[in-house]
């Protein structure tokens, strides 16, 4: 495993000289189209804590309720969340936001930033802990290899896919 300090990500064959390319179809700028918002990752922590009804969402977040149908209408469509139908006893019919696989597959970069808010803006006393629910001990978001292998920075190598070909959008 690599050593702390500035280095970068090992960048291979064509990548390694960054003026010969740019990162036009770059997955971290797709992501942040979807997901790129305060009150969007606000909305997906409310998610993983449980909120599924709007005004819950509207309220937790602490922004308009016209923010919270914006947002909720746009990571619905993106496809984080599904709406489900639910009833309470005497009420009409309404519906509720759950997470979609899409939108559990987002929780490692999220709680990632959750994890670094705790270290560095509170100083490792955050408000709340996350642990797990069984034993107690702390959650923590790392990166791993496919192998299992704990992965540091300078340990990573950028190489082009041979596989990939912009989508019909985004040619």
Same mark, same amino acid.
């Given at each position: 495993?690599?050593?702390?300090?500035?280095? /970068?990500?090992?960048?291979?064959?064509? $990548?390694?000289?960054?003026? /010969?390319?740019?990162?036009?179809?770059?997955?971290?700028?797709?992501?942040?189209?979807?997901?790129?918002?305060?009150?969007?990752?606000?909305?997906?922590?409310?998610? #993983? *804590?449980?909120?599924?009804?709007?005004?819950?969402?509207?309220?937790?977040?602490?922004?308009?309720?016209?923010?919270? /149908?914006?947002?909720?209408?746009? $990571?619905?469509?993106?496809?984080?969340?599904?709406?489900?139908? *639910?009833? @309470?006893?005497?009420?009409?019919?309404?519906?509720?936001?759950? $997470?979609?696989?899409?939108?559990? @597959?987002?929780?490692?970069?999220?709680?990632?930033?959750?994890?670094?808010?705790?270290? #560095?803006?509170?100083?490792?006393?955050?408000?709340?802990?996350?642990?797990?629910? @069984?034993?107690?001990?702390?959650?923590?978001?790392?990166?791993?290899?496919?192998?299992?292998?704990?992965?540091?920075?300078?340990?990573?190598?950028?190489?082009?896919?041979?596989?990939?070909?912009?989508? /019909?959008?985004?040619?």
């Amino acid at each position: 495993m690599g050593t702390m300090g500035g280095m /970068s990500a090992v960048m291979e064959g064509a $990548l390694a000289d960054l003026g /010969s390319w740019k990162p036009v179809h770059c997955s971290l700028v797709k992501a942040l189209e979807v997901v790129g918002t305060q009150s969007a990752l606000l909305i997906l922590r409310e998610c #993983y *804590y449980g909120t599924t009804r709007f005004g819950g969402f509207a309220q937790r977040v602490g922004i308009t309720e016209r923010a919270a /149908s914006q947002q909720l209408r746009r $990571l619905t469509e993106a496809g984080l969340l599904t709406k489900r139908p *639910y009833r @309470d006893e005497g009420d009409r019919t309404r519906e509720e936001y759950v $997470l979609t696989e899409m939108g559990r @597959d987002l929780l490692p970069a999220v709680f990632g930033l959750i994890q670094w808010g705790d270290k #560095y803006v509170h100083n490792g006393r955050p408000p709340v802990l996350h642990v797990e629910h @069984d034993t107690g001990a702390a959650v923590r978001a790392e990166l791993r290899s496919e192998a299992g292998n704990p992965v540091a920075l300078e340990d990573i190598g950028v190489r082009r896919n041979p596989r990939w070909r912009p989508s /019909s959008a985004e040619s």
